[in-house]
């Protein structure tokens, strides 16, 4: 299993430019979250889904866009870059084991800067 | 909702020495209680978890232990290594959701 990857690794934009950041994972899980990772700031939830179909808000949805067509890809879009959206972004995927909470497994991260 | 804080966010020991990072979370309904090491440069990986009907929990030179009344939570490594230092998150996520509220993060360096 590849587990968890993430597209691009690297990504330079212009202020108002759009892009998607990829998120597959091939476990099957069910769970899957972006986060974004800021100095000082932690890992931030942006969105997460608990299933196909079925997307919400975290903390710090406000310039993004997802959606979940398929249990496996899980894409994070932005519609107009601003320099605030410079930052590490981290998908992570999980899936319950009789109805428990089970750990989170993490892509390798993108990372953007926004010009 | 929930918030977690985190303290210290920077925290120096001698190789050998233990090392305590606290958390503490709002939502008492908060059940899941997972604590990530991440190394420079990667991403976060679990080291431990507790949920709320433990209080302690313990892997070798690691352990978490879990106050419900105080809503606090922490870290414990002893006999640190050089290879402990990275940076270590804590989380809290609430009952009946998928959701992983996350501390700031603590800076722990373990010095030789």
């Known amino acids: 299993n590849a587990g968890v990857t993430q597209t691009p690794k690297f990504q330079v934009l212009k202020t108002g430019q759009s892009m998607t950041l990829q998120c597959a994972q091939d476990?099957?899980?069910?769970?899957m979250s972006w986060y974004r990772q800021d100095p000082g700031m932690g890992l931030r939830l942006i969105h997460y889904?608990?299933?196909?179909?079925?997307?919400d808000q975290g903390e710090v949805p406000n310039g993004y866009n997802v959606s979940r067509s398929t249990t496996e890809d899980f894409p994070l879009r932005l519609l107009s870059a601003a320099p605030s959206q410079t930052s590490v972004y981290f998908c992570?995927?999980?899936?319950?084991?009789?109805?428990?909470?089970?750990?989170?497994?993490f892509g390798p991260g993108t990372r953007l800067l926004v010009l | 909702g929930e918030n977690v804080e985190q303290h210290p966010s920077t925290l120096s020991v001698q190789e050998g020495d233990s090392a305590v990072i606290k958390c503490t979370y709002s939502d008492s309904a908060s059940n899941y209680f997972p604590w990530y090491k991440q190394e420079l440069g990667k991403r976060p990986q679990l080291i431990i978890d507790?949920?709320?009907?433990?209080g302690e929990k313990k892997d070798q030179r690691i352990a978490v232990t879990l106050n419900k009344t105080a809503k606090h939570f922490s870290l414990h490594i002893t006999e640190t290594q050089p290879e402990d230092s990275a940076v270590y998150f804590c989380a809290a996520s609430p009952a009946g959701t998928y959701k992983y509220i996350f501390g700031t993060g603590t800076r722990l360096k373990v010095l030789a």
């Open positions: 889904s608990v299933g196909a179909g079925i997307t």
């Open positions: 992570a995927s999980s899936t319950p084991t009789s109805g428990r909470k089970e750990i989170q497994y």
């Open positions: 507790i949920r709320s009907n433990v």
């Open positions: 476990m099957n899980h069910e769970y």
